[in-house]
Every structure is written in structure tokens, then in C-alpha cells.
């Protein structure tokens, strides 16, 4: 499985920035995809995650703010879109896409996004 990123950028605070990630490959209908960040000094945590049947999870710190979604399209189905809005200088990070189904994860190269205050 690939997984490659998009987005990311400099933005304000208050400003919005939409990130997505297409997988390809050996793709399994059932698994879950979603974004992950790390700020210098600091862990890998989730920001925002949805399985294939459309069920999400945030971070209590994006709640209210980011909406993580799937393209159904027929050609897109693979496609993970983040969209971040109010952004804060706290969510100045590397942001990773994920993959993870049965027995596998995998990880795409990280995107930075910085919001400046």
C-alpha cells in the first residue's frame, strides 16, 4: 500500500487548509485511514481517523474544528481528506496519513503544516 499526501502549507491563525491522501496498492475493503501529527518535542498522536463505513474519530483537541472524510467516488474511493478549519498555532505539526487493516499498517510521508500567529 502507498499512501501519498497533499496539502499542508503556511496558513494564519483562524485560516483553514484542506489535506488528502490517496492510497493505492493491495487495498482491503475493510480499513481504516486517517491523520496523525507531531509537533517538535513531541509524540505522534491522532488527529482524526474514519474506517470504510464511515465512522470517525478526533482528537479532543480538533473537535469542532477538522472533518475528516472518504471520496465515494467510484474512482476515489481510496481518497482521505482533512479539512481544518479555525487552525490554531498550536496545530503547527507534521501531519502523516495512515492505513491500517487487518495485520497491516502503513504510513505516508508526513506534510508540514504551520500556522502562525
Known amino acids: 500500500v502507498q499512501l501519498q499526501a497533499f496539502g499542508g502549507g503556511l496558513v494564519q491563525a483562524g485560516g483553514s487548509l484542506r489535506l488528502s491522501c490517496v492510497a493505492s496498492g493491495n487495498i482491503f475493503s475493510i480499513n481504516i485511514m486517517g491523520w496523525y501529527r507531531q509537533a517538535p518535542g513531541k509524540q505522534r498522536e491522532l488527529v482524526a481517523e474514519i474506517t470504510s463505513g464511515a465512522r470517525t474519530t478526533y482528537a479532543d483537541s480538533v473537535k469542532g474544528r477538522f472533518t475528516i472524510s472518504r471520496d465515494n467516488a467510484k474512482n476515489a474511493k481510496n481518497t482521505v481528506s482533512l479539512q481544518m478549519n479555525s487552525l490554531r498555532p498550536e496545530d503547527t505539526a507534521v501531519y502523516y496519513c495512515?492505513?491500517?487493516?487487518?495485520?497491516?499498517?502503513?504510513w505516508g510521508k508526513g506534510t508540514q503544516v504551520t500556522v502562525s500567529s
Open positions: 495512515n492505513y491500517r487493516s487487518t495485520g497491516m499498517e502503513y
